[in-house]
């Protein structure tokens, strides 16, 4: 029998982001074997709130500060990962 996905999980290089920067985002699928599958490419993104931040095949691009969730989801399967957007340091 072949393996069929199981769960997924998506994972962000980075759970805090500075305003203006990006960050990678991964859709890893588990399949029934215990093997994982990256999908990152192959899944169905979005956000919770696309005034803070847009994704795009995995990359985030910050848009203003505030948190949001990235989305993905893949064949019937879905998850997420908080993201937090940090304002600009001021200069000094």
Request: glycine fraction near 4%; charged fraction near 10%.
């Amino acid at each position: 029998m072949n393996p069929t996905p199981a769960s997924m999980t998506v994972a962000c290089d980075a759970t805090t982001i500075v305003l203006s920067f990006q960050a990678r985002c991964r859709a890893t699928v588990a399949l029934t074997d215990g093997s994982t599958q990256d999908q990152t490419a192959a899944a169905q993104w979005s956000t919770s709130n696309p005034t803070i931040a847009a994704v795009s095949g995995g990359l985030v691009t910050t848009l203003a500060p505030g948190s949001v969730d990235v989305r993905a989801s893949y064949q019937m399967l879905a998850a997420a990962q908080q993201l937090t957007i940090a304002p600009l340091p001021p200069r000094p």
